[in-house]
């Protein structure tokens, strides 16, 4: 992947249970898109029902636009045995705000550390093979604010950029929230600030 500092991939829905087999022990990997560590907790429940008789289930999960969390279970497999080898799978596809979970069956034939580590790495990549990866950009949120004289400068100049207007109110005055990919926001809210009658500021979280 180019490495771009304001870009992030991730998945853009669970990909199907993938199935590898390793004498007679039965690994079946998933995928999920997740944002936070609730929506992981739900998802590894839903998976613990549908496969409520297995012995294992081992995850491993990275969080933030920017990667900045991650985790990797055994559940009862040797250390690091199964949750760092589906870790090291969401390195390799360069993925965040991801679950990968790998179910196991025992078969009744020991595979070793070694077995386990190729077993678990091997389903985790069946599962993320089957997903639909997205890349998505880190974006900054700002306001506009202008009158309706000044609507057609600003449609023209969002349209030119090919920027999202994320959500328009339409009253007394115009009011604009925009997404602006993040190396492009410095100069986007110099563009701006220098237009007649048109203000700009950065949108404050949660408002």
Same mark, same amino acid.
């Given at each position: 992947? !180019? %490495?771009?500092?304001?870009?992030?991939?991730?998945?853009?829905?669970?990909? #199907?249970?993938?199935?590898?087999? %390793?004498?007679?022990?039965?690994?079946?990997?998933?995928?999920?898109?997740?944002?936070? !560590?609730?929506?992981?907790?739900?998802?590894? !429940?839903?998976?613990?029902?549908?496969?409520?008789?297995?012995?294992?289930?081992?995850?491993?999960?990275? &969080?933030?636009?920017?990667?900045?969390?991650?985790? @990797?279970?055994?559940?009862?497999?040797?250390?690091?045995?199964?949750?760092?080898?589906?870790?090291?799978?969401?390195?390799?596809?360069?993925?965040?705000?991801? &679950?990968?979970?790998?179910?196991?069956?025992?078969?009744?034939?020991? &595979?070793?550390?070694?077995?386990?580590?190729?077993?678990?790495?091997?389903?985790?990549?069946?599962?993320?093979?089957? @997903?639909?990866?997205?890349?998505?950009?880190?974006?900054?949120?700002?306001?506009?604010? +202008?009158?309706?004289?000044?609507?057609?400068?600003?449609?023209?100049?969002?349209? %030119?950029?090919?920027?999202?207007?994320?959500?328009?109110?339409?009253?007394? #005055?115009?009011? +604009?929230?925009?997404?602006?990919?993040?190396?492009?926001?410095?100069?986007?809210?110099? &563009?701006?600030?220098?237009?007649?009658?048109?203000?700009?500021?950065?949108?404050?979280?949660?408002?």
């Amino acid at each position: 992947m !180019e %490495d771009q500092a304001d870009q992030y991939r991730t998945l853009v829905r669970p990909s #199907e249970g993938a199935l590898f087999k %390793d004498r007679g022990s039965k690994f079946y990997g998933y995928a999920f898109p997740v944002t936070n !560590e609730e929506q992981v907790k739900e998802r590894l !429940e839903e998976v613990k029902k549908e496969h409520y008789n297995a012995r294992h289930w081992c995850y491993a999960w990275q &969080l933030g636009k920017r990667y900045e969390q991650y985790r @990797a279970n055994d559940d009862g497999e040797p250390n690091n045995s199964a949750g760092m080898p589906i870790y090291g799978q969401l390195q390799s596809y360069h993925l965040t705000n991801t &679950l990968v979970v790998v179910v196991r069956y025992f078969g009744g034939t020991k &595979l070793g550390v070694g077995g386990l580590i190729q077993a678990y790495k091997t389903a985790a990549q069946y599962a993320l093979e089957t @997903a639909k990866i997205v890349t998505r950009t880190i974006d900054e949120n700002f306001i506009l604010t +202008f009158g309706y004289p000044e609507m057609d400068l600003v449609m023209r100049t969002l349209k %030119d950029e090919k920027i999202e207007i994320v959500e328009q109110k339409m009253h007394l #005055e115009c009011t +604009f929230h925009i997404a602006v990919r993040e190396a492009e926001a410095d100069r986007i809210f110099e &563009l701006f600030s220098s237009m007649y009658k048109v203000t700009i500021k950065k949108k404050e979280e949660n408002t």
